[in-house]
């Protein structure tokens, strides 16, 4: 995440200083303050009508060439519903309905910084799947045979998805 050194503002330099209990760069000209807030980021559990998981190798940072659940960050003027819908039909060319959220989980990014990573249980009428230049690869697998998949995130995801369908 960009740090600011400099106020955005006025163009002083930002001084650290205790703000509502925590240390944050403040211009002491203009008085600015610098809020690191999270990124917010949407991220789809995917079930084709067999009830198999949807998961897909990535084709760039972060988790390169990792097995990961398909998701991105959200756009200015979106909800959550919707752009993890669209970061679906973006890297996979799937249409799907939201049928509940799973969760909202907070993540360090060394690439971003702080995530706020909100997901979803989404299905699939058509699961026919095309890709974009963000995979490398992507299919609906059973549970006993989904690829490993190493983020921690998304195996956290999973289980609790696992676990409400209990």
Known sequence: MHSYSYCPVCGSGLQTAEIENRLRKQCSS??????????PVAVAYTENPDGELLVVRRAHHPGY???ALPGGFLESGETPQEGCLR??????????RIERLIGAYHRESEMYGSLLVVAYKIVVANPTICLNHEL??????????????RLVLHRNIIADARKQQA
């Not at 490398?136 to 998949?149: L, S």
């Open 30 to 39: 203009c008085s600015w303050i610098h809020y690191e807030n999270p990124l």
């Open 87 to 96: 970061e679906l039909k973006e890297e996979t060319s799937l249409d799907g």
């Open 136 to 149: 490398f690869e992507a299919d609906f697998y059973p549970f006993e045979n989904i690829p490993e998949i």
């Open 65 to 67: 060439n990792e097995w």
